[in-house]
């Protein structure tokens, strides 16, 4: 969705970079940012996963000049690429003017290609973009890797629109601008044809649900560790069917306050912080002493028993 500022005279478009997992997105945008030619940039962000890189930064890109005499900001966002986080790449998609698929060249990755561009096509008829009205570009990333296939064979399975496609090597430069450039210039040659892509019989984008893992396959790098499954609604009278406010008091009497159950005598004030004042108490010392003095007792006549035999 092209967002007009006219206050400082300005169009920021969105430009999104898809793919499958580790195709070269997040090696594009780095690339990009740390060119020197490019000036008025912002900071570039990171969100990161367990696995993958949602980065964003956005620029202004100076040599394309004005349209309708109002300057050209470019917001590049990547998403990432594993199947599990389908959620996210929902989100970063919406209002999206342009997409970049980067697809990996290697013989072995056109299964994953494929999932990424039908997830692609989906996700942008769920944030009621057209398909076939969005700028597409394809980059053909990892040309420099054995075992590629060749541009026509790729073209066969993933561009049957004719869209712009531009050969890769991101991980060491090759095609990255080319790739920007045919982007942005697609996206604006939209805005000056009055090109709408919504599909407005599409409905509004849901909330994701973050806690779905399913559809992960063998090319998926990764795997997750956290499910954010919503908990469900609470039903205050499903969950709680009596009240602990309803419930009847229990009588308590005055002798049960005492957590102890010690019935303890009227006190008296006395100077001898010892001083004893428990009835029950004194009455088991003076048992205990009578105690005592019965078994003194005792051995005494033991004692002097033995005395009596030795002598």
């Not at 969105?14 to 912002?42: A, M, R, S």
């Not at 956005?58 to 000049?65: I, S, T």
């Not at 996700?123 to 969005?134: E, F, G, S, T």
């Amino acid at each position: 969705m092209v967002l007009i500022n006219k206050a400082i005279n300005e169009v920021t478009v969105k430009l999104v970079y898809y793919g499958p997992g580790l195709c070269g997105k997040t090696t594009n945008l780095e690339k990009i940012y740390g060119n020197p030619k490019l000036d008025n940039k912002g900071k570039m962000i990171s969100m990161s996963t367990e696995t993958d890189r949602t980065l964003f930064f956005d620029f202004m890109p100076m040599e394309l000049g004005t349209i309708a005499g109002q300057k050209v900001r470019v917001q590049l966002y990547t998403v990432p690429g594993q199947v599990f986080y389908d959620a996210t790449r929902k989100l970063v998609l919406r209002g999206a003017d342009g997409v970049v698929f980067v697809a990996d060249s290697q013989s072995s990755m056109s299964d994953s290609n494929l999932d990424s561009l039908e997830n692609l096509r989906t996700n942008l008829r769920i944030n009621r973009i057209d398909p076939q009205k969005v700028a597409l570009v394809y980059q053909y990333n990892k040309r420099d890797l054995p075992n590629v296939d060749p541009v026509e064979t790729m073209n066969g399975y993933l561009n049957v629109n004719g869209s712009p496609v531009v050969e890769a090597s991101a991980i060491i430069g090759t095609g990255v601008t080319a790739t920007l450039r045919a982007a942005v210039s697609r996206i604006l040659d939209n805005l000056k044809n009055n090109v709408d892509t919504t599909l407005h019989e599409e409905p509004e984008l849901e909330a994701p649900d973050m806690s779905a893992k399913s559809g992960v396959t063998a090319m998926s790098a990764g795997t997750p560790k956290l499910s954010m499954k919503s908990a469900p609604a609470f039903d205050a009278e499903e969950t709680m069917t009596v009240s602990p406010f309803e419930v009847e008091p229990i009588e308590v009497s005055v002798e049960d306050e005492n957590p102890f159950g010690v019935m303890v005598a009227d006190e008296q004030p006395s100077d001898d912080p010892f001083a004893t004042t428990n009835v029950d108490l004194l009455a088991s010392a003076e048992e205990v002493v009578r105690s005592l003095e019965l078994a003194l007792d005792r051995a005494r006549a033991h004692e002097a028993a033995l005395r009596a035999k030795l002598q």
